[in-house]
């Protein structure tokens, strides 16, 4: 440093050193105030240039950037972008098909506005690294194309870590806050044209956002940020065979309070009754489901990021679910062995834990239509309270706790009492569960609305006093104890009448029914009647049909009918 100051001294001791030393600094400041004034005057294209170039070089040609309009402050640290276009080039597409690199989905995203502030502009500059305070980004549209081409990019492994792969040269993204809000998301197939989900007016807020090869371990963090919170206003889907349409409305969830709600969720069909039976070849269930209120306390949002769902508990305020079936319909020849509740529960592909789920008032009504008498009937439970205790496909926790318990207690056509708890013995080889319950004191003639309709007999006289009912089942039956007592009994048994739609006595029958029929249970002086009961499932048919025969076998059977 001493040598430099001395021949600067040297060169500037004559009047031709000084000039020329001068010329040096003028032409500096001049090169540098050149450089400022082409930098302010030509940036915005610089940038345009640079940001389209490498767009198009990532994505092999296939996408294009546009934006209207960009607003640039280096000492404030701010940018703001307007009408930005991301889209995609349909002949670069059908290029890549030919060559067999065609990606599995398309993207074509329009943001009215992007708002950076508070950049540090030397960080940037000096140290490589981007450090700012606020993201924002107001209103995007984004479409999602399913092109059915190329390797499922949802499930292949990127060739990098992805904070590289979002860091691309830089060492260090980092930000107090990211904020999108306004968001307009829809999948679609590229081949049929059609939406298949619609997700209207999201809202994501992230804070201390970091992204780089520390916060890409730390498992704290999801989307590599400290707290997420995220709403949605609403959510609509299709099933693929386009018979039901999904809608779920006010979404939220927040990794601070660690809270999911959902105010309403419907499984609504598309046809009628009549239209659904006959848009489908073979016999099936027709769904109608509603839910309101539905809050998962204690969610664990960085295992759901890595699709595990873990919650300690999930409550539901209101359901009403209706099914109907049409009798008549040809059964399809589908062996349903493997379906049961829990069995289906151990096949979901994602880890499932919720504690505890409660359903505090719900209604539930099968309609079926007799394929004898063409009329329907109506079972209905109003004011359920359910409760599922352990609802799990975790291998560790069912090693510690191999059963989920299912309470229910409602009253049956609005008359009586009914109270079923059903008991899942998880990950067990042969399916096995039980089912024990009972069912309070009715006046038998009301359940005419169901025999006649449904099982072609009226009841003209009795009181049924209370049923109970201890049952074990498995994938091919189901054995156990039933115990109805009444008193009184008489039965009318039904045929259609050919030349109207009324149903006629059959007299014959109901007298030798009703011979048959022991009248009371238990008889005077005699102990109660318990039929021990033995059915063998039609593997073709569910859960629910297994149980719903076996308990009616038991009732027949108690009162004298054996076939």
Known sequence: MQAIKSKLKKATATPKGRIIVLSILILFIATITGGILYWNTYKKGIIRNKLESAIREKSR?????????LDMNEIAGS????????????????????????????????????NVSGVMTPRALIDNEIVGRKLEIKNPVIS?????????????????????????????IQADTVLISGAQITTSSRKTKKTSIRIQDVSIALVDVKVDSSSSADTTRMLFAKEISITCGKLNWSSANKLYNYNADSISVSSVSRHLHIKSFRLAPTLDEEAFVKALPTQDDR???????????????????????VADSMLIGAATFKIYRDLAITRDKTNRVGT???????????????????????????????????????????????????????????????????????????LTPLKVTWLFYLAHPKGRFDLKGSLGAINAVLLNKLTEPMGAASIKKGKINGVEFNLQGHDYGMDGTVKMLYEDLKVILLEKNKESKEMDKKVMTSFLANILIKNSNPKKNDEARVAQVHFDRNTNRSIFHLSWKTLFKGIKETVGIKK
Request: glycine content about 4%.
């Open 61 to 69: 040609g296939l996408y294009t950037i546009k934006y209207d309009k």
């Open 79 to 114: 940018l703001s972008v307007f009408n930005m276009n991301l889209s995609y080039d349909s002949i670069r597409y059908t290029d890549l098909e030919q060559m067999g690199k065609a990606p599995s989905i398309l993207v074509s995203i329009y943001i009215p506005e992007i």
């Open 144 to 172: 999602i194309i399913y092109t059915n081409a190329g390797k499922d990019s949802s499930r292949a492994a990127p060739s990098k870590e992805v904070y590289e792969q979002i860091l691309g040269n830089l060492d260090l």
């Open 287 to 309: 769904f109608d489901f509603s839910v309101s209120n539905i809050q998962m306390k204690n969610i664990n949002l960085p295992q759901l990021f890595d699709e595990n769902f």
């Open 340 to 414: 049961y509740p829990h069995q289906a529960l151990a096949k979901v592909p994602v880890p499932v834990n919720i504690g505890n789920i409660i359903l505090s008032n719900g209604f539930l009504e099968y309609k079926e239509r007799s394929h004898i008498t063409r009329q329907s009937g109506k079972v209905q439970f109003y004011n359920i309270y359910a409760s599922i205790v352990n609802f799990t496909n975790d291998k560790d926790i069912i090693a510690v706790n191999n059963t989920m318990t299912v309470d229910v207690s409602s009253r049956f056509l609005d």
